[in-house]
């Protein structure tokens, strides 16, 4: 009886059931492709976002415009030369006020635009420069410029003008020859340069306080002095290549000594690109609400020269555009074919609820169809019948498995490993070993937390685990449903102990596999998704040999024996029947 109902066929189903099957896949068909189209990403920004983030906002020309009529010419310059770069529509429109202010006010083109404080010391109408552009240092340079600016500012009321000025003094910089000594005009100069920004009030607040400090500190603290000499050496590089009204705009957006190091190292190492990254800070430093000018550093410290890229496209869509990228401080991700206007607002005021609802969509979608397809193609009924929980945990595991390999589709850069710091270099103290000065606005070292790409690591392993623990369950289904003797299925179960192992098995192989692609830098050091893949194929054997190997031999060795002890029952009483027969 048992075997007849092992051996009966499926149940016949009509088309109404081929039809309804049909419908919940076309459906869950549907919900995917829904989720697929919602631009939301994780580790990413969509382009779309970006461009309805710029709808109705100012453009770069509109703040070139605004710049120029605040007297502000040089700075208003780099925008120019990056609406040019981008290919703006209205750059002749910026580029035709520069050259007009230029030619109203000749005596203010060499130093970028009319500052109050510059008027004074300089007297800038009958100043003898005529270059359109001239860098500040090579301004300062000469004698008798030096001692004007001295003249002026020895009299400064300001602590922290006071401050900058007494390290004219200093004698034992390591890279610069003392500033009132031979060979000193370059940093005497410099100090001059920085002093008088700080007495015009070009000087961020924090930034202000901060050199201050290292001033105050830097003839009795070889580190404070050190510290000080890296952010002369930067502001050095700045003044030769830019003129006052610029050096004074992009001080004025930096909060500390690293975001300068930062503009300096960019200047001087990828000056096709500064125009792109000094007007990013610039613009962004008018907007009335976050991201600070700082995020431009940020950005392009963690993700490397690539996001200059980013911040090209940002510029030439708006400014609304740029501070949306600064403030999630990600790359932008390839655009989408098109999804719908809906889906974009979501997508940029609700961030995270258009990711869930993205989610959501991916795994209900790949859920209904592959039930839908568990309807069509069902299990044999003997496997059923022995372990009628499996399709359940079958569709669940499959439909997590490809959930996750669409997020992982739709996330390019879920994984990516970011690039080494490229801002690193040496100062020798006197007296001490040479100490790294790393890279601006390096990430503060904080306790380890589970980011998005280890939970989706370890994710990804447990239903590898998975399958594996479906794989040894339906053999051992399979085995205890054949019509054989007790011991012979127990030898059939001691003849699958490789694959009751495999478990341990992958998860060595997926931690080993992890190890070597981070050697290799191909995704990003993490120990805990490397060596969970290890753990939990020790607790998938664990569990398959204990809770389920283990029972079923068990089971198997006690019907052997009674199979056993009623032949031996048999026997005996066939021979005490025979022997009364006999």
């Known amino acids: 009886m ?56 100012r453009t770069i020309i509109d703040e070139g415009l605004r710049l120029v009529n605040g007297d502000r010419v040089g700075p208003a310059q780099f925008v120019l030369a990056t609406a040019t770069q981008v290919g703006h529509t209205n750059t002749a429109l910026l580029a035709n006020a520069i050259a007009d202010y230029q030619r109203r006010r000749p005596e203010l083109a060499p130093w970028g635009g009319y500052d109050p404080q510059l008027e004074q010391v300089f007297n800038l109408r009958e100043s003898a420069l005529t270059a359109t552009n001239q860098p500040i240092i090579p301004i300062l340079i000469p004698e008798k410029n030096r001692a004007t600016v001295a003249r002026h500012l020895v009299s400064s009321k300001s602590g922290p003008v006071a401050s900058i000025f007494a390290t004219r003094a200093i004698t034992n910089f390591a890279q610069f020859a003392p500033a009132l000594g031979p060979g000193g005009q370059p940093l005497d100069a410099t100090i001059l340069m920085i002093a ?36 002369y050496l930067d502001l050095l590089s700045l003044g030769k290549r830019l003129n006052w009204m610029q050096i004074a705009e992009l001080l004025k957006v930096c ?13 001087k190492t990828s000056p096709e690109s500064f125009a792109v990254i000094y007007t990013a800070a610039i613009v962004v430093s008018a907007t009335d609400r976050l991201p600070h000018p700082d995020q431009v550093a940020a950005l392009i410290t963690r993700f490397g020269r690539t996001s200059v890229g980013d911040l090209t496209f940002a510029l030439n869509t ?31 005021n609700l961030p995270k609820t258009a990711v869930f609802l993205k989610l959501v969509c991916f795994l209900l979608g790949v859920a209904m169809m592959v039930h839908g397809t568990g309807l069509l193609f069902p299990p044999t009924p003997g496997v059923a019948a022995a372990a009628p929980a499996m399709p359940i945990i079958r569709t669940g595991t499959l439909a997590l498995g490809i959930c996750i390999l669409l997020v992982l589709a739709s996330e390019p850069f879920l994984f990516t490993k970011g690039p080494r710091p490229e801002y690193q270099f040496e100062i020798a103290v006197p007296g001490s070993p040479p100490t790294p000065v790393s890279a ?18 370890i994710v990804l392993f447990l239903l590898i685990q998975i399958f594996v623990y479906i794989v040894c369950l339906t053999k051992i289904s399979e085995i205890d449903g054949q019509p054989a003797p007790p011991l012979l299925k127990l030898k059939l179960v001691e003849n699958e102990e490789n ?3 495999t478990g341990l098995y992958v998860g060595i192989g997926g931690t080993a596999a992890a190890l070597v ?21 020790i607790v998938c054997v664990a569990l398959v040999k204990i809770r389920h190997v283990r029972p079923f031999k068990r089971k198997l060795i006690m019907e052997a024996a009674g199979e056993a002890n009623a032949e031996a029952t048999l026997e005996t009483a066939a021979r005490t029947v025979g022997i009364h027969a006999q």
């Open 196 to 231: 008088l920004l700080s007495h015009s009030g070009h000087l961020a607040g924090k930034l202000n306080d901060e050199v201050k400090s290292l001033a105050d500190a830097a003839g009795s603290q070889p580190a404070q002095r050190q510290t000080l000499e890296i952010f």
């Open 318 to 348: 708006g400014v609304d555009a740029l501070t949306e990228l600064l403030r999630r401080q990600v790359p932008i991700r390839a655009a989408k074919s098109g999804t719908f206007d809906p889906l974009v607002t979501l997508s940029l």
């Open 2 to 57: 048992a075997d007849r109902e092992f051996d009966a066929p499926f149940p016949r189903r009509g088309a109404l059931f081929y039809l309804a099957v049909t419908g919940l896949i076309g459906a869950g068909l549907a919900v995917l492709l829904f989720g697929w189209i919602i631009p939301a990403n994780v580790k990413s920004i969509d382009p779309l976002l970006l461009k309805k983030a710029a709808q109705d906002s």
């Open 517 to 537: 692609l981070q050697v290799m830098n191909v995704i990003d050091a993490n120990l805990l998704a490397a060596y969970s893949s290890n753990l939990l194929g």
């Open 499 to 501: 694959l009751f192992d």
């Open 255 to 267: 909060t500390d000594v690293r975001t300068v190091h930062f503009f300096a190292e960019q200047a």
């Open 440 to 457: 601006p606005l390096k990430p503060t070292p904080t306790k380890p937390v589970m980011d998005i790409t280890t939970i989706f690591s």
